[in-house]
C-alpha cells in the first residue's frame, strides 16, 4: 500500500504557480496525476498515478512532500485519514475495561485522533472521503471485534465518556467562575472534598479561573473530568506543567478510578508516571504527521519496553533502528574529571515583595559533568539559576568562575568573563517572524551550516524539515527543540536548561537527553538541567541538587550529590519507592504499599538499583 502525504502548511498554492511550476516534478508529471481541488484551490496528488519513486519527495524545495510505502495487510486496517493527502491512522487501540490504558509513541503519530475517535467526537472514514462518515459505516467495520461492541453502546448511550483535553490554556475562555464554582457545577460523582483534598486545591479553592497558572489549570481540569460520572475517563498529557510532586499525586487520583469500576485511557510523555498510572500500555509508531499505526495491548511493563526497544514482537516490526537503554547512574560517575570549572558558596536570596526566601548550599561543578535539579514547582529553581547565568544576584553569597586556562590568567580569580555560559529559559520567548535557520544562525553563526553539527544536533531533532518555517507556526514540542538546538549552537562552557522536556514526547525528551549529554562530553563544558521527568534525570544527570521547602514561601537546595543519594532523599520526601527495569535499565515506581515498596523503604532505598 503506498499512501502520499502533502502538508499544506508548507506546500501553498500560490507557490505551486509562482514559484514551482516549472520546477515541481508532480506538477510536470501532468494533470492526472496533480490538480487543484475547487473551490479552494487544494493541492491534490493522485495516488493511484504514484509509482514511489520518490522524485518529489526529495526535490521539493519545501519538503511539503511524503510518500510512503506500507505493508499491503494495512489497507484493511486503514481507521481515519484526514482528507486527501492528509495524515492517516491504522487501526484504534484494544481497551480493557475496568483497567488503566496507557497509549504511548511520538507526537504526531495519531494518539489524540485516537482519543477522540474513542470518546465520539470524530467519527472514522476510513480513508473514503466521497460519502460522509456513519457510525453504521463504524459498526459494519468493526464487526465480530471488541471494538463493535464498544462503539454499539456508545452511540445507544450505554456508557458515556469525558475527554480531558491536551491543551489546557483556552479553558479560561470558556469557562466562568471560581475553582469551586466550576467543580460544584460538574460534580455528578458528589466527591467535591475528595476532589479538593486529593488533587491539593485548597489554595486555589476561591481563586478565579483567569489567574490561574498552567499547573493549576491541569489540576482543575483532570478534577472537572473526574468529578463527572460517566464509564470511560480518557486524559490527554494530564502531567503537562505539573512538577514531580504533582504528578505522582495527580496519577495516584486517576489511578482510584479504577476502584469504582471505570475504565481510563492516558496519554502520557512521562515514563515514570505512565508506568505508574497504567495496566496495559499500547505503542503508536510511524511517521510524524504522515501516518501512525497502533500495536497490540501489552503489561505495563513489557509494553514500555518494547517503546524503548523500537521493536514489535507480536508484529516482527522495527519501528526504530536503535534501542534506549538508560545507564545506571553508578557507572557515569566515575567518568567524571576532577578539574573544577565552576563553584558558589552558601547563597541565599530573599524576595521582600513575595515573602519568599531561598537558600542553597556551597556546590562545584566539573568538566564533563551534568547535575540535574529536582524540586517541585515555586521552590527556587529558576532563580538559582538564573544566579549562575548572572541574570539574578544573590542576597548573599557570591558564584565563583574558575579560569579553565589559568596559566595564561594568573591574576584573574573570579570575574563575569571567565565562563561563556549559554541559557535556556523555562518560558521561550522568541522572534517569531523569523524562520528556523534564521534563527540558529544569527544565534550560533557558522557552525550551524557545519557537516558535523548537522549530524549530530540538527538531525537527531528532525529541525531540517523546519528551516524555511516562520518561528510563529510552530507547536509548543517544535519551538521547544529550536530553542534547545539554539542554545546548544552556542559555543559556552556552561549550559542551563530550564525544564527542556517541556511539549516533547518520550522519544523527543530521551533524544534531548542523549545529545546533551553528548556535547557536553565532546566539549568538556558542564550542564545544569532543571527537570521534573524522573526518567530524563536519571538518563542525563552525573550529579543531583535537590530542592526541598514549602513552593512560594521558602526554598532549600541541597549540595550536588551522587544521583542514587540525591533521588533517595528527594523521593523519601514523596514517599515514593522506585526499582530499576533489569532490560532497559529505566527507573520503575512500585505500586504504593507493595512487598517490594514496604522492603525499599524499610531499608531507606528510595532509588533502587541493583
Known amino acids: 500500500m503506498r499512501i502520499v502525504v502533502l502538508d499544506t502548511d508548507k506546500c501553498k498554492p500560490k507557490r505551486c504557480v509562482k514559484e514551482c511550476r516549472g520546477s515541481c516534478p508532480v506538477v510536470r508529471s501532468g494533470t492526472e496525476m496533480f490538480e487543484f481541488e475547487t473551490p479552494v484551490s487544494q493541492p491534490i496528488i493522485h495516488e493511484q498515478f504514484c509509482t514511489g519513486c520518490g522524485i518529489c519527495a526529495k526535490t521539493c524545495r519545501f519538503r511539503a512532500l511524503s510518500i510512503i510505502n506500507t505493508p499491503e495487510r494495512l489497507d484493511q486496517d486503514l481507521t481515519h485519514r484526514f482528507g486527501r493527502n492528509g495524515f492517516t491512522l491504522f487501526r484504534l487501540p484494544i481497551i480493557k475495561p475496568e483497567r488503566v490504558n496507557g497509549l504511548v509513541g511520538q507526537n504526531g503519530v495519531g494518539k489524540s485522533t485516537a482519543l477522540k475517535i474513542l470518546a465520539g467526537d470524530t467519527i472514522p472514514n476510513f480513508g473514503i472521503h466521497d460519502e460522509k462518515p456513519s457510525w453504521e459505516h463504524v459498526h459494519e467495520f468493526y464487526k465480530g471485534t471488541e471494538l463493535q461492541n464498544y462503539f454499539q453502546k456508545m452511540v445507544e448511550k450505554n456508557i458515556r465518556c469525558i475527554r480531558k483535553p491536551q491543551y489546557i490554556d483556552s479553558i479560561a475562555k470558556h469557562v466562568k467562575g471560581t475553582v469551586k464554582d466550576i467543580l460544584t457545577r460538574f460534580d455528578e460523582r458528589n466527591i467535591l472534598n475528595e476532589l479538593k483534598e486529593e488533587l491539593a486545591l485548597q489554595e486555589i479553592w476561591d481563586?478565579?479561573?483567569?489567574?490561574?497558572?498552567?499547573?493549576?489549570?491541569?489540576?482543575?481540569?483532570?478534577?472537572?473530568?473526574?468529578?463527572?460520572?460517566?464509564?470511560?475517563?480518557?486524559?490527554?498529557?494530564?502531567?503537562?506543567?505539573?512538577?514531580?510532586?504533582?504528578?505522582?499525586?495527580?496519577?495516584?487520583?486517576?489511578?482510584?478510578?479504577?476502584?469504582?469500576?471505570?475504565?481510563?485511557?492516558?496519554?502520557?510523555?512521562?515514563?515514570?508516571?505512565?508506568?505508574?498510572?497504567?495496566?496495559?500500555?499500547?505503542?503508536?509508531?510511524?511517521?510524524?504527521?504522515?501516518?501512525?499505526?497502533?500495536?497490540?495491548?501489552?503489561?505495563?511493563?513489557?509494553?514500555?519496553?518494547?517503546?524503548?526497544?523500537?521493536?514489535?514482537?507480536?508484529?516482527?516490526?522495527?519501528?526504530?533502528?536503535?534501542?534506549?537503554?538508560?545507564?545506571?547512574?553508578?557507572?557515569?560517575?566515575?567518568?567524571?574529571?576532577?578539574?573544577?570549572?565552576?563553584?558558589?558558596?552558601?547563597?541565599?536570596?530573599i524576595f521582600e515583595q513575595s515573602n519568599f526566601s531561598l537558600d542553597v548550599r556551597k556546590g562545584t561543578i566539573h568538566q564533563n559533568e551534568i547535575i540535574g535539579i529536582l524540586g517541585p514547582n515555586g521552590i527556587g529553581k529558576t532563580t538559582f539559576i538564573r544566579m549562575l547565568a548572572g541574570l539574578e544576584t544573590p542576597t548573599s553569597g557570591t558564584?565563583?568562575?574558575?579560569?579553565?586556562?589559568?596559566?595564561?590568567?594568573?591574576?584573574?580569580?573570579?570575574?563575569?568573563?571567565?565562563?561563556?555560559?549559554?541559557?535556556?529559559?523555562?518560558?521561550?520567548?522568541?522572534?517569531?517572524?523569523?524562520?528556523?535557520?534564521?534563527?540558529?544562525?544569527?544565534?550560533?553563526?557558522?557552525?550551524?551550516?557545519?557537516?558535523?553539527?548537522?549530524?549530530?544536533?540538527?538531525?537527531?531533532?528532525?529541525?531540517?524539515?523546519?528551516?524555511?518555517?516562520?518561528?510563529?507556526?510552530?507547536?509548543?514540542?517544535?519551538?521547544?527543540?529550536?530553542?534547545?538546538?539554539?542554545?546548544?549552537?552556542?559555543?559556552?562552557?556552561?549550559?542551563?536548561?530550564?525544564?527542556?522536556?517541556?511539549?516533547?514526547?518520550?522519544?523527543?525528551?530521551?533524544?534531548?537527553?542523549?545529545?546533551?549529554?553528548?556535547?557536553?562530553?565532546?566539549?568538556?563544558?558542564?550542564?545544569?538541567?532543571?527537570?521534573?521527568?524522573?526518567?530524563?534525570?536519571?538518563?542525563?544527570?552525573?550529579?543531583?541538587?535537590?530542592?526541598?521547602?514549602?513552593?512560594?514561601?521558602?526554598?532549600?537546595?541541597?549540595?550536588?550529590?551522587?544521583?542514587?543519594?540525591?533521588?533517595?532523599?528527594?523521593?523519601?520526601?514523596?514517599?515514593?519507592?522506585?526499582?530499576?527495569?533489569?532490560?532497559?535499565?529505566?527507573?520503575?515506581?512500585?505500586?504504593?504499599?507493595?512487598?517490594?515498596?514496604?522492603?525499599?523503604?524499610?531499608?531507606?532505598?528510595?532509588?533502587?538499583?541493583?
Not at 509494553?303 to 534501542?323: A, C, K, Q, T, W
Not at 537503554?325 to 567524571?336: A, D, G, L, M
Open 207 to 349: 481563586r478565579d479561573i483567569k489567574i490561574l497558572s498552567g499547573g493549576e489549570l491541569q489540576k482543575l481540569a483532570v478534577a472537572v473530568a473526574m468529578a463527572r460520572d460517566v464509564d470511560i475517563y480518557l486524559f490527554d498529557e494530564p502531567s503537562s506543567f505539573l512538577d514531580i510532586y504533582e504528578r505522582l499525586r495527580v496519577g495516584r487520583a486517576i489511578r482510584s478510578l479504577i476502584d469504582h469500576k471505570k475504565t481510563v485511557i492516558i496519554v502520557e510523555h512521562d515514563l515514570a508516571v505512565l508506568d505508574y498510572l497504567s495496566d496495559y500500555v499500547t505503542t503508536f509508531y510511524g511517521s510524524p504527521s504522515s501516518y501512525g499505526i497502533i500495536s497490540l495491548p501489552y503489561s505495563e511493563k513489557e509494553g514500555i519496553n518494547v517503546f524503548l526497544d523500537g521493536f514489535i514482537p507480536s508484529e516482527n516490526m522495527r519501528f526504530r533502528d536503535y534501542s534506549i537503554v538508560i545507564q545506571k547512574s553508578s557507572i557515569r560517575e566515575k567518568s567524571i574529571v576532577t578539574e573544577e570549572i565552576l563553584s558558589y558558596q552558601d547563597l541565599s536570596k
Open 399 to 610: 558564584v565563583d568562575q574558575i579560569l579553565l586556562d589559568k596559566e595564561s590568567n594568573p591574576d584573574v580569580n573570579s570575574t563575569a568573563e571567565t565562563l561563556r555560559i549559554a541559557y535556556k529559559p523555562q518560558y521561550i520567548s522568541l522572534n517569531e517572524d523569523q524562520t528556523v535557520e534564521t534563527f540558529l544562525l544569527e544565534t550560533g553563526g557558522a557552525i550551524v551550516a557545519t557537516s558535523q553539527f548537522k549530524s549530530e544536533i540538527i538531525r537527531p531533532f528532525q529541525l531540517s524539515e523546519l528551516f524555511d518555517q516562520q518561528l510563529k507556526y510552530l507547536s509548543g514540542g517544535e519551538l521547544q527543540k529550536v530553542a534547545i538546538v539554539g542554545t546548544l549552537a552556542k559555543d559556552a562552557d556552561i549550559y542551563l536548561f530550564d525544564e527542556p522536556s517541556a511539549f516533547l514526547s518520550i522519544e523527543d525528551r530521551l533524544t534531548v537527553a542523549k545529545v546533551i549529554r553528548r556535547l557536553i562530553k565532546s566539549r568538556k563544558a558542564a550542564s545544569f538541567i532543571v527537570e521534573h521527568d524522573i526518567v530524563f534525570q536519571d538518563y542525563a544527570s552525573d550529579r543531583i541538587i535537590v530542592f526541598l521547602g514549602q513552593p512560594g514561601i521558602y526554598g532549600k537546595a541541597y549540595s550536588p550529590s551522587s544521583v542514587r543519594t540525591g533521588m533517595n532523599r528527594f523521593l523519601g520526601n514523596l514517599k515514593i519507592t522506585f526499582r530499576r527495569d533489569p532490560k532497559s535499565g529505566r527507573p520503575r515506581v512500585n505500586k504504593l504499599d507493595s512487598k517490594l515498596d514496604r522492603l525499599q523503604k524499610n531499608q531507606g532505598e528510595y532509588y533502587y538499583e541493583k
